[in-house]
């Protein structure tokens, strides 16, 4: 049977990989999607440029910018997700693999069956593991990069609860916080757009796209906002009508636009407000900004069904109502008097708590680098 030019190119950059020599593929990062770089760049760069190791970039993304790439030090290979990769992990040989992808060894992805390689697990999100991960998403990891105190906290309870293997954990903090933060400093607010509000839902049931979502695009532009929706990825996949719907309602407003891959920084950074549920992206905001984001308030989506079984509230319940203000799904008409009543008084606060719940602030790539050269000296 021949094989077709996408199939082919994942089993010839397999094959290639494979052929590295011991010292090429030592470390190796996977990227299961086009949001796994958020995670991985400040540590590659630390990695690469600082420390001048070569790493290996393998991901499931066809068009990652990654496989464009001209740096010397970071060798990229596409493997698709079906069979390749499925036997890229099983056949796999390296000293230590990096990913921010749950559930390894749980599903069709395996720790390797040839080699002890070793596993390290980045969060793509500061949410609690026993809240938005599913049970055992990172039991079969060796070493997890904490994000905070409240990572620590969770996966000690869980290993005492469950009498699981004891990991490694690292005071590691949040790569993608210490980028937009970085970027934050390149940017100045008075060059761009003062009315820009970003509409970030999660996906599952009972997102607030889903609920209340097309409600609140029209009372937003009523009020001369402009609006900038960026679903979670899934939602494209699970409700395709919905939002087929609001293109067909909303794609010839020129106040209002749809995303569907990663929002860009010019928007980031000169946005007004952010409105989300449960979606991770918030957290993220408060803290780059120091200024409330607006939660609509919906059902909490719970991915661990044994999740009342760790006596620890998650971290996104006890700080929502500290960094945000949450709107009830049947009165949204209060919406552009929250959103314009938004100010700076709550800075020092949401600065407080990001202090309090991150590790490393602008640091934790280094913390990792450090980590990573010592398991490789070992």
Known sequence: MKLNFSMGEEWKNLKTFQKLSDEERAIVFYAENKASMNHFRTLITELTEIKGLKICYVTSVKNDEILSSNNEKVLTFFIGDG???????????????????????????KRS??????????????????SYLRKGAIDNYDTIFCVGKHHVDEILKMEKIYNLKPKKLIEYGFGRLDTLLNEKKDFDKNNFEKDLIIMAPTYGKDNFLKICGIEIIYKLLEANFKVLLRPHFRIFQETPDLINEIREKFQDHENFRLEDGIISKVDFHSSKCLISDWSGISIEYAFVFERPVIYIDVPQKIMNNEMEKIPLIPLEVSIRRKIGFLVDNKKLDQLPEIINGIDNESSKQIKNICSETVFNIGKSAKVGAEYIKKILDN
């Open 113 to 130: 069956k040839v080699f002890p390689v070793h596993y390290i697990y980045v969060f793509h999100s500061m949410f609690s593991i026993h």
């Open 83 to 109: 069979i390749a990769r499925t036997k890229f992990f099983i056949e796999l040989k390296a000293k230590i693999l990096i990913m921010d992808m749950p559930d390894l060894n749980s599903f069709h992805i």
